[in-house]
Each structure stands twice: as C-alpha cells, then as structure tokens.
C-alpha cells in the first residue's frame, strides 16, 4: 500500500521561506523513480489549487503563475521523497498543502488524474 507523507508545514512571516517534504512508502525506490508527483494546495473555503509538478525524469516542470520565481520542486530518488522550497512567502500563499502521486503518466495540474495523495501539511503565512 503506498504512503505519502508531507511535513515542513507551519507558521512563518511573510518573506520568509520553508521547505516542504513528501515522503513516499510501500513502494521501492525504482517504482517511485516512475512515478510524477505534484504538489498542490487548498485555502478554507476555496478550492483545490495547483503549485507544482514534476515528471519522473525531472526534465518537465511545471509551476502555477502565483508562485513561479518563488517556489521550486525537487526529487530524491534514493530517499522517496519530494520537495517544495518555499521562498518570499506571502499571506495568500496559506493553505493546506498536498503532495501527490501519479503511477502512469506526468498528470501536471490536472488533480482528478493523480493516484495517491499525502494527508496534507498547514502552512500559515502571517502579514
């Protein structure tokens, strides 16, 4: 069964910078190096927001307009993991944040694609 588990999440000041984890389980190494994953966040009563994706070779990526120039994605393979480095954060940037898993093809934003989802990490982002 796999597992993704997001962490890093918490308060901090505008302008200021976090690094988010998602960490994946019930899976070896070379299925996760398969596999796309994205990263996506949801605000209180707003909807499900796309922020990042990556395909398995990490030659494609793609970021939402809002966070472009700010925010970058990376992958460990060895480890199972992805990252999101959150820098020159802004109030409007807090919202529950996701990671998410693609086993057949690079989904990008489109959410209802993906196959499994991480329980989510708070990030509060205070003006």
């Known amino acids: 069964q796999v597992q993704l588990v997001e962490s890093g999440g918490g308060l901090v000041q505008a302008g200021g910078s976090l690094r988010l984890s998602c960490t994946a389980s019930?899976?070896?190494?070379?299925?996760?190096?398969?596999?796309?994953m994205g990263w996506f966040r949801q605000a209180p009563g707003k909807e499900r927001e796309f922020v990042a994706a990556?395909?398995?070779?990490?030659?494609?990526?793609n970021y939402a307009d809002s966070v472009k120039g700010r925010f970058t994605v990376s992958r460990d393979n060895v480890k199972t993991t992805v990252y999101l480095q959150m820098n020159s954060l802004k109030p409007e940037d807090t919202a529950v944040y996701y990671c998410?898993?693609?086993?057949?093809?690079?989904?990008?934003?489109?959410?209802?694609?993906?196959?499994?989802w991480g329980q989510g990490t708070q990030v509060t982002v205070s003006g």
């Open positions: 019930g899976l070896s190494r070379s299925t996760f190096s398969m596999y796309s």
């Open positions: 990556m395909n398995w070779s990490g030659r494609k990526i």
């Open positions: 998410a898993a693609d086993r057949t093809d690079y989904s990008g934003s489109a959410w209802k694609d993906y196959d499994y």
